[in-house]
């Protein structure tokens, strides 16, 4: 069983390195910000609530994503051998409401992914890919909520449990092979 958490700045690869780790090792992949994405798509109720908070690069209050991540883990393992969690979690309350959540399901052994780029390799990146919440001024206003919510947490994790870097700059293969290899 995989029970992973990858983490890295927006823009580094980490939906693309999840979706190839799930694919190789049977994981339900949950990306929140796809998650988020298709609610605001379908005008459903959380996707009304979220919408401008998405588009403008801010963070969803953390009892929604909580909420939404503990239902999607108890729906969706079924037939998998483990999960990967791309987008989550994001501040340090989400971080210890999923030590619960993980508590309650019995994961004790969870694997941490830290995928790393620098900033203007970032920015570059992210203006090409071209989503609606990829304009540079957006841009660099999640790298700044990411440096000062999301960072802190590697830190967290660091205190009881293995991080495991790789550098996400190079070839989309490349990059999955460091990361297959660190997961053996
Ligand atoms: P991502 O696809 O991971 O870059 O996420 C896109 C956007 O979705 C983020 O900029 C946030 O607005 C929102 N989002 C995704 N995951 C979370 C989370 N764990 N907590 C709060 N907001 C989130």
Do not use: W
């Not at 999607?72 to 501040?91: C, E, S």
């Not at 019995?106 to 620098?118: E, Q, S, T, W």
């Not at 989503?131 to 947490?153: A, N, V």
Request: net charge negative; charged share 35%.
């Amino acid at each position: 069983m995989y029970h992973i958490l990858i983490f890295g700045p927006p823009g580094v690869g980490k939906g693309t390195q999840s979706q190839l780790i799930a694919e190789k090792k049977n994981l339900f992949h949950l990306s929140t910000g796809e998650y988020l994405r298709k609610a605001i798509d379908e005008e459903t109720t959380l996707g009304k609530k979220a919408k401008d908070i998405v588009e403008k690069g801010l963070l969803v209050p953390d009892d929604i994503m909580i909420g939404i991540v503990a239902e999607a883990l108890k729906a969706n393992l079924d037939g998998k051998d483990g999960f990967i969690l791309d987008g989550f979690p994001r501040t340090l309350d989400q971080a210890k409401a999923l030590e619960v959540i993980f508590k309650e399901m019995g994961f004790n052994d969870i694997i941490i992914i830290y995928l790393k780029a620098d900033e203007n390799e970032l920015v570059t990146r992210l203006v090409k890919r071209g989503r609606k919440d990829d304009t540079e001024e957006i841009i660099r206003h999640r790298l700044k909520i990411y440096i000062d919510s999301t960072e802190p947490i590697i830190d967290y994790y660091r205190s009881f449990s293995e991080v495991k870097e790789i550098c996400g700059v190079g070839e989309i293969e490349d990059i999955f092979s460091n990361i297959c290899e660190k997961l053996r």
